[in-house]
């Protein structure tokens, strides 16, 4: 049974985003020191950048970065050296500033011409990497994620085919109204996570934010990220939480 999601509101974008490495370093302590790592699934997006800044910046020291390991939840079809592409972000940000061991960073390997190949070369990454037995599901112990003004989260888009997948752990899902196909973690991925953390920011979020707790109808993507046996956080700056 899926615990309820605990709401954090800050009073702006930087308290979100230092509130949000806090959380970051919490949580990976705490794995470190129960099982010698910590396993955690990037996202995309502006928000994120934040949080990055922080932890490289006024965090690095609170953190084994040796015993971190770097995967994304989801990933545009691009190169790594896009300006769209979440490793790039990520890696410009994050990555090259701390000594994380390169064997220790799995990115989508997203320049594959195929976004189907893409997808199933990222599955078998985390297959090999959790050492899961067929069937199973990998267990992060943190999932960072954003929400769109629609509700979508990772590539998760509202009437798209990936919100149905029950098998597979990634998936290439078409994005109509952006006519390409964006890789992601489906919906048994993020739900088999032991804590998954939603960074939202800005007004044009309010009104969805509203809907995400007020309206259990309204069949967001989003509202469908309930860890079976994790814990929920959404951090929200104060435009973003307006309407509640």
Not at 62 to 76: A, G, I
Request: hydrophobic share 40%; aromatic share 10%; glycine share 6%.
């Amino acid at each position: 049974m899926s615990t309820e999601p605990h709401v954090r509101v800050l009073g702006s974008k930087q308290e979100l985003s230092t509130a949000a490495a806090e959380l970051f370093v919490d949580v990976g302590s705490r794995a470190v020191a129960q099982t010698g790592r910590f396993v955690v699934a990037l996202s995309g997006g502006s928000t994120p950048k934040g949080m990055n800044q922080e932890l490289a910046t006024n965090f690095s020291s609170r953190l084994d970065w040796q015993k971190v390991f770097f995967f994304w939840s989801d990933e545009r079809h691009v190169p790594p050296d896009h300006p769209d592409s979440n490793f790039k972000m990520a890696n410009e940000t994050l990555l090259s500033k701390l000594p994380v061991p390169a064997d220790h960073i799995f990115r989508t390997p997203a320049e594959l011409q195929d976004a189907g190949q893409a997808a199933a070369a990222y599955e078998a990454a985390l297959q090999s990497f959790f050492c899961l037995p067929a069937g199973s599901f990998p267990r992060f112990d943190l999932i960072l994620l954003g929400m769109g003004p629609d509700g979508h989260t990772a590539s998760l888009f509202p009437g798209t085919t990936a919100l149905e997948e029950t098998q597979h752990l990634v998936v290439a899902n078409w994005v109509e109204k952006f006519s390409t196909f964006r890789i992601t973690f489906t919906y048994p991925v993020l739900n088999s996570a032991a804590t998954v953390a939603f960074l939202v920011s800005g007004s044009d979020k309010a009104e969805t934010i509203n809907k995400v707790f007020k309206d259990p109808a309204a069949n967001l993507p989003c509202q469908k990220v309930q860890p079976s046996d994790g814990n929920v956080i959404w951090l929200l700056d104060k435009e973003a939480a307006e309407g509640l």
